[in-house]
């Protein structure tokens, strides 16, 4: 039995408390004990003491996602919640929230105790469950928050739907907010996007494709500001896309309204000239947009107009995306890629890295009121070990997720998890390196 776990001489990186210096860090008892330099000196030659060292290794509070699909119940052959939280554990990620449009819809008390049940039994990181908006997403009636709320959800969303009808959104931000729980919003206008494959625009035409226009999302996440104003609550854009929402969302931000926003990592790295091929792994909802958006969206999360990272990972099976791109389910897997994609935005200039940080670490967990990891002495250890340098080619056989639906399969990516803490059990370890 291992008493203390010993990282010597790591680059501790916590923005939190601008904590950015080479330190040993002791974690015991599901605690950081210590921190700072030489701090583990007289423990390192102790039994019963893992000590960890990697040249060049970088310790980071563990990573938050506000936006999974874990499939479960009703679709476990793409996922389940064992093989999810070991996804995310391997993406470094040590709190996970998963959406509700599963089968049955996420949308009852019982249905979220048993995902919690679940994921406790299985161990390893933490999962919090979203429930519905309204009853079978049905964008009607409203669920039950108390009950959803006493039962573990840390928000509702009816997400893969939006709520369209106004009266329903309005009294969704009303009831929610009394629960203290955030609406998050799938912000898509149906009426505009009907039979949509494809961000509106010129591959979409020269492809003939029906496409999904910009202002389905915009018009969407303006409304929902202003209600968000008039009725004083709480509202969170789920995978902003356009150039517009992060525009909404800095005005919005400006004018005091308590409104956040989350980005995938596919919006920051990917356009719609990716579907030129009719490669079905690039559909995605919303949909993969142009280069403007791209550069709009990487600056509001630069600046931190967009709160934070989310992953949007959605399994698919083989039958779902080996078809044509009209049949195509859209999403992508994105737990266990997401940090070492994002790091090389980092290295190109273009996010400063203690943004990266923040907005994989405390900035979502305030969206949901979750106590954010932190690297400090006394804090819970929820920490994740990153080696910078290390390159490795993305082969999807090799991925902890039950699906291996991602257009970043073959690309050689530089930055890697080596090593997920959660409450001080080691909860991954890249096999390379141990
Ligand atoms: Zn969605």
């Given at each position: 039995m291992?008493?203390?776990?010993?990282?010597?001489?790591?680059?501790?990186?916590d923005?939190?408390?601008?904590?950015?210096?080479?330190?040993?860090?002791?974690?015991e008892?599901?605690?950081?004990?210590?921190?700072?330099?030489?701090?583990?000196?007289?423990?390192?030659?102790?039994e019963?003491v893992?000590?960890?060292?990697?040249?060049?290794?970088?310790?980071l509070?563990?990573?938050?996602?506000?936006?999974?699909?874990?499939?479960?119940?009703?679709?476990e052959?793409?996922?389940?919640v064992?093989?999810g939280?070991?996804a995310?554990?391997?993406?470094?990620?040590?709190d996970?929230?998963?959406m509700?449009?599963?089968?049955?819809?996420?949308?009852?008390?019982?249905?979220?105790?048993t995902?919690?049940a679940?994921?406790?039994?299985?161990?390893?990181?933490?999962?919090?469950?979203?429930?519905?908006?309204?009853?079978?997403?049905?964008?009607?009636?409203?669920?039950?928050?108390?009950?959803?709320?006493?039962?573990?959800?840390?928000?509702?969303?009816?997400?893969?739907?939006?709520v369209?009808n106004?009266?329903v959104?309005?009294?969704?931000l009303?009831?929610?907010?009394?629960?203290?729980?955030?609406?998050?919003?799938?912000?898509?206008?149906?009426?505009l996007?009907?039979?949509?494959q494809?961000?509106?625009?010129?591959?979409?035409?020269?492809?003939?494709?029906?496409?999904w226009?910009?202002?389905?999302?915009?018009?969407?996440?303006?409304?929902?500001?202003?209600?968000?104003?008039y009725?004083?609550?709480?509202y969170?854009?789920?995978?902003a896309?356009?150039?517009?929402?992060?525009r909404?969302v800095?005005?919005?931000?400006a004018?005091?309204?308590?409104?956040?926003?989350?980005v995938t990592?596919?919006?920051?790295?990917?356009?719609?000239?990716?579907l030129?091929?009719?490669?079905?792994?690039?559909?995605?909802?919303?949909?993969l947009?142009?280069?403007?958006?791209?550069?709009?969206?990487?600056?509001?999360?630069?600046?931190?107009?967009i709160?934070?990272?989310?992953?949007?990972?959605?399994?698919?099976?083989i039958?779902?995306?080996?078809?044509?791109?009209?049949?195509?389910?859209?999403?992508?897997?994105?737990?266990?890629?997401?940090?070492p994609?994002?790091?090389?935005?980092?290295?190109e200039?273009?996010?400063p890295?203690?943004?990266?940080?923040?907005?994989?670490?405390?900035?979502?967990?305030?969206?949901?009121?979750?106590?954010?990891?932190r690297?400090?002495?006394?804090?819970?250890?929820?920490?994740?070990?990153?080696?910078?340098n290390?390159?490795?080619?993305?082969?999807?056989?090799?991925?902890?997720?039950?699906?291996?639906?991602?257009?970043?399969?073959?690309?050689?990516?530089?930055?890697?998890?080596?090593?997920t803490?959660?409450?001080?059990?080691?909860?991954?370890?890249?096999?390379?390196?141990?």
């Amino acid at each position: 039995m291992t008493e203390a776990l010993a990282f010597r001489r790591v680059r501790a990186i916590d923005p939190a408390h601008a904590l950015d210096a080479e330190v040993d860090v002791v974690v015991e008892r599901g605690r950081i004990t210590r921190l700072g330099p030489r701090a583990a000196d007289d423990l390192a030659q102790r039994e019963r003491v893992r000590v960890v060292e990697r040249p060049g290794a970088w310790l980071l509070p563990g990573f938050v996602d506000l936006h999974a699909h874990l499939r479960e119940p009703g679709a476990e052959g793409k996922e389940d919640v064992a093989s999810g939280l070991r996804a995310a554990a391997a993406g470094g990620f040590v709190d996970v929230c998963c959406m509700p449009n599963t089968r049955p819809v996420n949308d009852s008390r019982v249905v979220t105790e048993t995902l919690v049940a679940k994921a406790r039994a299985i161990g390893g990181v933490r999962l919090h469950p979203i429930g519905a908006i309204t009853v079978g997403q049905n964008g009607e009636r409203l669920t039950e928050m108390a009950d959803l709320k006493a039962a573990g959800a840390v928000a509702v969303s009816d997400d893969g739907r939006c709520v369209t009808n106004a009266r329903v959104m309005r009294s969704a931000l009303e009831y929610a907010s009394t629960f203290d729980l955030p609406v998050i919003q799938h912000a898509e206008d149906h009426a505009l996007t009907e039979g949509a494959q494809m961000h509106e625009g010129a591959v979409s035409t020269r492809l003939g494709l029906r496409g999904w226009p910009r202002v389905a999302e915009d018009v969407i996440v303006a409304r929902d500001v202003l209600l968000a104003e008039y009725v004083g609550a709480r509202y969170h854009v789920a995978h902003a896309s356009t150039a517009g929402s992060a525009r909404l969302v800095r005005e919005a931000k400006a004018r005091g309204i308590p409104v956040t926003a989350e980005v995938t990592p596919h919006h920051l790295l990917l356009t719609h000239e990716a579907l030129v091929g009719y490669d079905t792994a690039c559909k995605v909802n919303p949909p993969l947009r142009e280069a403007g958006d791209v550069e709009a969206l990487r600056r509001a999360l630069a600046d931190g107009t967009i709160d934070c990272v989310a992953t949007d990972h959605a399994p698919h099976g083989i039958l779902d995306k080996e078809v044509e791109l009209a049949e195509a389910a859209p999403g992508m897997v994105g737990l266990e890629l997401c940090f070492p994609l994002l790091l090389g935005l980092v290295r190109e200039g273009v996010l400063p890295l203690s943004r990266l940080v923040d907005a994989l670490t405390a900035a979502p967990a305030r969206v949901v009121g979750l106590e954010p990891p932190r690297l400090r002495e006394g804090a819970r250890a929820d920490l994740v070990l990153v080696d910078p340098n290390a390159r490795w080619v993305v082969d999807p056989a090799r991925l902890h997720t039950k699906s291996r639906n991602t257009p970043f399969a073959r690309r050689t990516v530089e930055g890697r998890v080596a090593m997920t803490v959660c409450e001080g059990n080691v909860v991954h370890t890249d096999a390379e390196a141990w």
